[in-house]
């Protein structure tokens, strides 16, 4: 019994983190990005990293992946991704500003 509640509570745990790298998948973000190393862009610790703490940080991400942009990680460009709903952005962001 014991072991079915811990894994049900670990596959519980590991539910959202998966669910959003699906999204990152589904939206082809990680043709250019990855989790933990530089592919294009940058990883999304690095990401994650260098807004930690800061206020704004989501809702920045997100206009970001939407409206694309460039400079802040290099000279190479982000696409913009018009098309991704809003809840997806929100849920992308969140997911890579939790990554440690």
Known sequence: MKKILFAALLSAAAAPAFANMQLAQKYSCTACHAVDKK???????DVAKKYAGQKGAEAMLMAKVKNGGSGVWGPV????????????????????????
């Open 39 to 45: 592919i294009v862009g940058p990883a999304y610790k």
């Open 77 to 100: 460009p982000m696409t913009p991704h018009p098309n991704i709903p809003d809840a997806d952005l929100r849920a992308l962001a969140k997911w890579v500003l939790s990554l440690k």
